[in-house]
Each structure stands twice: as C-alpha cells, then as structure tokens.
C-alpha cells in the first residue's frame, strides 16, 4: 500500500438490447479479467443491498453488476481497460472513495476516461487529491 485512497468503482453494461443471462456472462468473463489485472486490488460481484425476501445471504449479486478496488495511481489503466473491454456500450459508474461517492453515465470510450477527471475533483473536494 503506498497510502494513496482506494476508489472504489460499481459499474454495469447499460445496454437494453441485453438480456439478464447475455449481461451475466459479460459479467462473469470481465470479472476474471479484472481479477488479473495488476492495477486492481480487489474485484466481485455487486451485492444487492435490498435482496428479495427469502434470498440466501452472500448469494444475492445484481444481475451483471461488478466492483472494483483501484487506487488513484491506477484509476487511469482500469478505465482503459474497461473502455478497451466495453467498448462504446452505454454504461452506468459509481465511484466512492471514503463516504463520497458520485454516479456516472458513460456512453462512450471517451467519456468513461473523463471519470477520472471526476474521481481525481472528487478527492480534491475531500481534502485528500494528490496531483499525479
């Protein structure tokens, strides 16, 4: 650890046009991959935090929902490979570090790098940004 926050990514494909199994087995080979990745400390499925009554606990996940533990020297490589990996496909960000967290739309390559930009203004609002 080299002290620098953990951010911590939620994010899902938004593509209407996928249905439930298509976006768990996106889900389940990205998981794999990101798992591998060096930049990231620590990935899972999304826990559903409203699961329906009756459900097992620990075994009720969102539907093609992933998370993901970066820290901020990493954030750039992860969103990388995630546009490399998601392509344009419209997807839905949140982004916590500490108690502040903020939600994110991106419908493009393009934009979904601008969310470090957004994770970096967060951290400054905090007090804790480091340029870098």
Do not use: C, H, Y
Not at 59 to 69: N, R
Not at 96 to 108: P, R, Y
């Amino acid at each position: 650890m080299t002290g620098e926050p953990t951010i911590k990514f939620t994010f899902a494909v938004d593509d209407p046009e996928f249905d439930d199994e298509r976006r768990q087995k996106i889900a389940s080979k990205l998981l794999w991959e990101i798992r591998d990745l060096d930049e990231v400390e620590k990935a899972d499925r999304a826990e559903d935090l409203n699961p329906e009554a009756g459900s097992k606990p620990g075994f009720a996940t969102l539907i093609g929902v992933l998370t993901a533990e970066v820290n901020l020297k990493n954030v750039k490589g992860f969103l990388s490979f995630l546009g490399d990996r998601l392509g344009d496909k419209p997807m839905k960000i949140s982004v916590k570090v500490g108690d502040k967290e903020v939600n994110i739309e991106a419908k493009s390559q393009r934009e979904l790098l601008e969310s470090e930009r957004i994770v970096k203004d967060l951290l400054a609002a905090m007090g804790d940004g480091k340029n870098g």
